[in-house]
């Protein structure tokens, strides 16, 4: 959790300076995401993020971070994890995911392998027609999937009271006809135990769970916002009393299992950490027109005439 | 060789990949115990059982969604959408997913779904059964589409597509579906993408169409020949993406005079890329002014209207007359 | 009820004779469309139709069938409903008529116009996005719309059990927020009281409604469809005991208000309106370029283009 | 006369299309209390309240869906899209729906609605937020596309879209919004549909482009003819859907040399459409192949390379002077 945040606002501090595109801070949400994560075998299991987790989701492997830099400065391979690695590739259009989550799930148990998946989203993404067609579909097939709303209270300036009427996003997984479970996205124990019961129910073949962990973002919707426009102070503070990494700070100061030094010496390993992926993200090798390669298996007739066009004209500019 | 029509040739090939390849999967709306609504995927469910042949619930974003995600975990889907204008439903998932996923892994990982989808007028289908939204598609890059317009290549087109790295939509002549009907090869048969077929040589002009157009084509082109003696090509495109350029070059080349023929509305239709390529590319070589043959701009119409509508053979000949006539 | 089923029988054999386009035959679920409709105010309130419950609504004016009878034909004037018929065009894109009824309450209620919206759908409609949107909008908004599921145990060939996991279409209401009533869809006088009560909550600012009215497709899905390869027949047969118009009959006759007499009557009127539909409906005009002028309020130059176009080659290949 | 940007001749019609008529509401995610993502419809819920200023849930099709129902309940609905790649969610109903819901209604009733969203390249925006996607809207007949390129002509299509009795898409250049900034007139001002703006005449070559793509093309008309001194000439299309094939067709002829230039994938894209009418009308006046400047049938890059992607000055100039120099 404290890493995921010290990791954020590194990103969000390089945005601010110019060395980093748009990012989205993951503030207030740590115990919703690290939480969740850390119910996970990151050996059988998948996370399938939206854009505001992956920096939370180092328990699926330290690449991750380097991963996310790559994603917020721009780069193409920010997407490419090995296979190793089971995360989906950063996802911004909103609830597009959550059906690739129900098929990956369904997909593993079709093809006998082990793992469940645990797929995110926000409080926004459930009023898209993909969180309930996918939903209801995981219902029908009984795909081992988690769908994890990290229930933020904001959609941007969008507070959940207009988002639904429903009196909870867990209410809806009353409409897949699957368990929903409504948690405290700030008590990072409470997170994992409802996804490690999910989890549980996944394997044995039970289905699907939609597990509503109740938080706040902190922090603004991107780097390119300005939330003292809606957000209510008042609201804010009160919610800044239940910050996640405080409340389990105190907790373990409190088991005598943590205290000044031992946070020190966490912050210093973040940022270690994220120093050495910040140097091997910029140190990423960029080919300029790599995007002819990506787009299919291997490249059509028509993109190599591309190609050649891109270099040709490039090359007359230059000359 | 057996002869089949173009929907005993999609069963036939759906049946011969599930039977090859264990991971290739079938799912759709009544794909499974009904056996599609046109039966093209007749006897699969009893042959392969219902994991593998999936009667899904109504949501075509869904269906394609998963299909991604199915083909990560390692399956091979093919999934059939019940007619392509219901593939709008799930547009936002193959232009902004499918279509997408291996520029957004960084060329790691790709998505081997095929979407099978019938199309097309002519049938006095209900709203929305009937239009050819192939342009749309062919701007979703990352996309394979494959047209076919003829039994066998039903057959090896699909066999393609179930085959390739790349997500694939496949477009099935609703009305070729039983009137299209011709030799299709034994075992394996796989007609490479990218690779026009040229249907009959010409050498004053040339037609260029693909799916069910090519046959009202043809008739349009032996209507001109008998009338004229001027000696008019065919030439079916069979993929629009990739496309064929060499093929399309050579034969306006050879011609000097090119129609291009297809069901969608014109403005925006996948004629007018054809068209833009022809005069990038052979410019030099043209006489007449390529003519398009296509709908009109409105949405298609009702059943009593659609013959005025969907281009058929004299409109075809007609422009394939004035090309010929037209002044070099 | 009986007037529904006759003329959805005349419709089915008339396409059987070739004489008309692929139709839905809406036996079995009389009830749950004319009950419904029954409780409407067609002066000031609207119904929203999927294809199959037109035949059913002559409540909303005697003019709906010759429209009904138009569409089956395949005629281009089928959707023009005089303004004084509230009824929406055919709707063939499965749930697609679901967010344009939620806007239309909305804006019946922003102009402050007195109506509600009665909008049909069927069970396989739920699996759809469009629906789940729609409804939880109209939560969010309080639009004064009924959303009225015919659930009718099939989707073609799909049974609701492969539809959704959920205990019932009902159920998905609380995905929305919205109450979710689960009525006895066979029952004409069930149904016509949960609309009825909807409405009254609908115009008293109360907000929309979801009606799952439990009823059973007795026929084909439509003409083109063969059931007998996956509709059990013990099923079959146990829902046409319940069938809705019997059912109603029996009550009448029970209450001395219906007899043989009555109901050769009913039918002969019912026929002889068809009849008089039917051949307003073959005398209704046709222009062949129709389409030209009803894509836009006034033809583009191009549309005016490819109209002479039109004329130019037909005149051509008839010449 | 007043000097605005873009962005503030949006904000400025809408508050000016508010006041005028009642019926007029804007919708969207975030238009409410935020003003907008970009700010576009900034004060407008202090003005005109929260009853015609709606903060929606966040889903597209559902937004696109109610906006046909309130149309047809009378009101005057302009919904904002928060990025043209988002209208992939809602692509069923605006081709399906309200496209085609005039011509369902037999002419009766048809959708007097406005979609706005911003699009485009250039800004090192997040994927999905820059894609040119108007030729897919473009074969989506019934539905009308305006495409503006300056300030005065944002606020001039705005107007004429919302008062449009058809639905009309408008397309916002993101990285036009603050950047472009020209004299926009004060009080009334409708630009009529189908009108094409010669921004700059020239005999020798003229370029065809739409919105952002327009001031490029001006910059790559002056390098050409500041370093040749032929006269090129720049055309602003304006609306794409109807399309103003006239002056289209008379540039054409009095140049004889004609670049069409998009940021779209060239595949299918509305550039395709732009020469298959050039050269299906003016054949005769063409000295060299019409010449397409696109980006590439890839998705949308990320940043780093975006620079790499979008057709840039150097790119048109390449081709003009490529048309220029063919033999005719
Ligand atoms: C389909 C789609 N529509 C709109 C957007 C623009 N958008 C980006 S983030 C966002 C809000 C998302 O809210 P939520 O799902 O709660 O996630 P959060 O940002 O709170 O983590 C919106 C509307 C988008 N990215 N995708
Ligand atoms: C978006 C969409 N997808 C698929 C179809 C094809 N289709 C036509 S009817 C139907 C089943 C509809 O079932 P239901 O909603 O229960 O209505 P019913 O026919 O039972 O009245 C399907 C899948 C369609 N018309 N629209
Ligand atoms: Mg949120
Ligand atoms: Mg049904």
Not at chain 2, 23 to 42: I, N, P, S, Y
């Amino acid at each position: 959790m404290l890493r995921a945040r010290r990791w954020s606002t590194r990103l969000f501090n390089l945005q601010r300076q110019g060395r980093m595109g748009t990012t989205a801070p993951i503030d207030g949400e740590e115990a919703a995401v690290v939480g969740s994560a850390a119910a996970m075998d990151p050996a059988v299991d998948w996370a399938v993020p939206q854009y505001r987790e992956p920096v939370g989701l180092s328990r699926f492997g330290d690449r991750v971070l380097l991963h996310t830099i790559l994603y917020h400065l721009g780069h193409p391979d920010a997407g490419a994890y090995p296979p190793d690695i089971h995360v989906f590739p950063t996802q911004i259009s909103i609830a597009a995911q959550i059906p690739h989550a129900v098929g990956l799930a369904w997909g593993l148990r079709l093809r006998g392998e082990p793992g469940a998946v645990l797929c995110y989203f926000g409080d926004g993404a459930t009023s898209e027609g993909d969180f309930y067609e996918a939903a209801n579909l995981a219902g029908v097939v009984r795909a081992p999937v988690i769908l994890l709303c990290v229930n933020n209270s904001w959609a941007i300036s969008t507070p959940v009271r207009l988002q639904t009427a429903a009196g909870s996003i867990a209410d809806k997984a009353a409409a897949a006809g699957i368990p929903g479970v409504r948690v405290d996205g700030n008590d990072v124990v409470a997170v994992r135990e409802a996804t490690a019961a999910a989890r549980r129910r996944a394997l044995a073949g039970e289905g699907p769970t939609l597990i509503e962990a109740v938080t706040y973002r902190m922090g603004p919707h991107t780097t390119a916002d300005d939330p003292t426009r809606y957000v209510p102070p008042e609201e804010l503070a009160a919610w800044a009393e239940r910050d996640p990494i405080a409340r389990l700070g105190t907790r373990l100061e409190q088991a005598g299992l943590w205290d000044d030094d031992r946070q020190r010496a966490a912050e210093e390993d973040a940022d270690r950490r994220f120093d050495a992926a910040f140097d091997a993200a910029q140190a990423t090798p960029l080919r300029d027109d790599v995007f002819i390669d990506t787009a299919y298996a291997s490249p059509t007739p028509q993109l190599e005439r591309q190609r050649r066009l891109l270099h040709d004209e490039r090359s007359r500019g230059a000359g | 060789m057996a002869t089949m029509t173009m929907l005993e040739a999609v069963r036939h090939t759906l049946h011969e990949e599930m039977a090859r390849d264990e991971r290739v999967m079938v799912l759709g709306q009544d794909v499974g115990t009904l056996g599609g609504v046109f039966r093209a995927t007749e006897g699969l469910r009893d042959r392969f059982g219902a994991e593998r042949v999936v009667d899904t619930p109504l949501s075509e974003g869904a269906i394609v969604g998963a299909s991604l995600g199915l083909a990560w975990a390692g399956m091979v889907p093919v999934a059939e959408i019940q007619f392509l204008g219901f593939t709008h439903q799930a547009f936002h998932q193959v232009a902004g997913q499918l279509a997408r996923i291996r520029a957004r892994s960084g060329g790691r990982h790709g998505c081997q779904a095929t979407l099978r989808a019938p199309f097309g007028g002519g049938v006095r289908a209900p709203e929305l059964h009937s239009d050819s939204l192939e342009a749309q598609f062919a701007q979703c890059a990352g996309l394979k589409i494959a047209a076919p317009a003829s039994a066998a290549d039903a057959k090896g087109l699909l066999t393609a597509a179930i085959r390739d790295p790349d997500p694939v939509l496949v477009l099935e002549p609703l009305r070729g579906y039983r009137a299209i009907k011709d030799d299709v090869p034994e075992g394996e048969h796989i007609v490479p993408f990218g690779r026009a077929r040229e249907v009959r040589g010409g050498d004053d002009c040339v037609i260029i169409a693909w799916s069910a157009m090519v046959q009202t084509c043809l008739r349009a082109a032996l209507e001109v020949e008998e009338e004229s003696g001027a000696s008019i090509g065919v030439l079916d495109l069979r993929t629009l993406v990739p496309l064929d350029v060499e093929a399309i070059v050579a034969a306006a080349e050879r011609t000097g005079r090119v129609v291009v023929a297809q069901e969608a509305p014109p403005t925006a239709g996948f004629a007018s890329e054809v068209v833009a390529t022809v005069q990038e590319e052979a410019f030099y070589a043209l006489e007449a002014p390529i003519a398009r043959v296509s709908g009109f701009d409105t949405p298609y119409p009702p059943a009593m209207l659609e013959e005025r509508w969907v281009p058929d053979v004299s409109r075809v000949a007609a422009a394939v007359r004035r090309t010929l006539e037209a002044r070099a």
